[in-house]
């Protein structure tokens, strides 16, 4: 669903959100589109078990183990920090993906860096059988595919397709699937370079850029100013952000527009890839540390 932001801008620029977070209660937005061929090829191979990776408060961990109880498989999430074993309880992403049916194997920082190295993953087959293997964040060719399927026909109006990028994927889908006369604009949540080498693997077209100046520190960095602007957003178009992703890239093409960044006359859609289920664990952490909670989450 395609809902226009309702907000002046200066060079007659038309904004746009792409309700793609609206897909599904549980498993939605950009991690619907990368688990859809992903389940359907676990399912060709007849593979009962879905194995990933991620973080304390991540989407996807969340999101794979609805889709797999949703669909009839058997979960197992490999978690980075050993310390979190004994605290699902005060987690509510683990908490969730638990109630669920996802079994967690948690590693240590240290050991999580070797997640991708075949040794590893023989350890793991060693212990919980075989199982179908999704990559942390879920990129690999059948999630580009999947995401390929995000912009509809009636997207062909905008001139700009903006993003947030955390693996990759989800800019690769659109990348691939954008018409000659869009520009895709990543913004990743964040810092480093390697992003674009990674994105290359899988983008058929050189019609992207990635904005690298709105990443608010790195992954997980939030501060004063971004929870304003989310809350803000919110009360004035009633449309909720994420801290870690969405929050981010929205904005960082509104502050690129009143910096006279896109051409007169522009039109952009933004894609809301979802990860809402992520402000509960942040507002645990700005608590903590006695900022202003995201008050867009219900």
Known sequence: ???PIHITFPNNIALTIKRDDLNHPFVSGNKLRKLKY???AAKAENQGTILTFGGAFSNHIAAVAYAGKEQ????IGVIRGDELFDKIEENPTLKFAQENGMQFEFVSREDYRHKSEISFIEKLKDKFGDFYLVPEGGTNELAVKGCEEILTDEDAVFDYVCCAVGTGGTISGLINSALPHQKILGFPALKGDFLTDEIRIFAKQDNWNLISDYHFGGYGKINLELIEFINTFFEDNKVPLDPI??????FGVIDLIYKNYFPENSKIVLIHTGGLQGIEGMNIKLRQKKLPILKNNG
């Open 1 to 3: 669903m395609n809902v």
């Open 38 to 40: 992903n389940l359907l």
């Open 72 to 75: 009839g498989f058997k979960t």
């Open 245 to 250: 992703y969405t929050g981010k890239m929205v």
